[in-house]
């Protein structure tokens, strides 16, 4: 194990705590991810589903590395030693009175589509895309916190509740765990949504709040798309809230700042059918024509 002296917390959740530390050897500093489950050995370890990701994922540089793994066998206790990033993209916004230059907002912005082409193209879905697990030192990002995602040849239905809820896709409510690899893609155009404008798009405060926010901007979805719910196990509950009558407002208006080329992108990856959002390899792509 790596000869470390740890410093402070900078993260908690209900399963990690993350803290920064320092290689007494070679004085560089690392993140360490300290797993609150407890495991009876290295292999049960090794076989979770945040490492095999890393592990597949490694060697891309907007995707956090994995440095070692760490396993106390008294305890049962283990740790991930990775590397150490400034802040997470909500810290970097969340506080500021003055929009990111848009040359910057396109740069993260091609980082970001980067990781989750390689992401997907590897076989992996993310399924937990926000703010707070994209990480950023000086210029660049990556995406961390891949202890949600799941492989995209896993068979329906997945776990209903997955995903910060404000980055929620529309199906990931609507069903009963009947989604696809295209929920990330959501959830990056709520994310950019966020970073160009410094607030949230969707901030419902549960399921039925959530979509009722979403058609406020969208409006209702359209009939295939409500006809593809009830074909796949719909949830009668959030059901409810879909109103055919409601005019969507659209997001356009907040986004004056950024040019008509991020507004496409965005209008190409926040729609209610998942069929139609662009992939990852299609916005970088469509980046391409950016100034």
Request: hydrophobic residues 40%; glycine residues 4%.
């Amino acid at each position: 194990a790596l000869p470390i002296s740890i410093f402070f917390n900078r993260f908690m959740d209900r399963f990690s705590e993350v803290f920064k530390a320092q290689n007494i050897v070679s004085g560089s500093y690392v993140a360490i991810k300290c797993l609150k489950s407890s495991f009876n050995n290295i292999e049960q370890v090794n076989s979770l589903r945040e490492i095999q990701a890393l592990k597949r994922l490694k060697g891309h540089k907007n995707i956090i590395k994995l440095i070692e793994v760490i396993f106390e066998e008294s305890s049962g206790k283990a740790s991930l030693v990775m590397e150490l990033f400034d802040m997470n993209l909500y810290e970097a916004i969340k506080d500021r009175k003055n929009y990111l230059k848009p040359k910057l907002i396109q740069w993260y912005t091609y980082q970001l589509l980067k990781a989750i082409d390689f992401t997907h193209k590897n076989g992996i879905f993310h399924r937990d895309l926000k703010p707070e697990n994209i990480l950023l030192k000086d210029y660049h990002l990556v995406l961390a916190d891949l202890g949600s995602c799941k492989p995209i040849k896993a068979r329906n239905p997945y776990t209903e509740y997955i995903s910060t809820r404000w980055y929620r896709a529309p199906e990931c409510i609507m069903t009963n765990g009947y989604y696809t690899y295209k929920m990330d893609m959501w959830g990056v155009g709520c994310v950019l949504f966020e970073m160009a404008t410094l607030f949230p798009l969707f901030p419902g405060d549960n399921e039925i709040d959530q979509m009722k926010k979403i058609q406020n901007i969208l409006g209702p979805p359209p009939e295939e798309v409500i006809n593809l719910y009830q074909q796949n196990d719909y949830d009668r509950k959030t059901m409810t809230s879909l109103d055919i009558n409601i005019k969507g407002k659209g997001f356009e208006k907040y986004l004056n700042h950024c040019g008509d080329l991020f507004i496409d992108l965005l209008k190409k990856l926040i729609v209610y059918n998942p069929e139609e959002r662009l992939s990852a390899k299609q916005s970088k792509m469509q980046m391409k024509n950016f100034p």
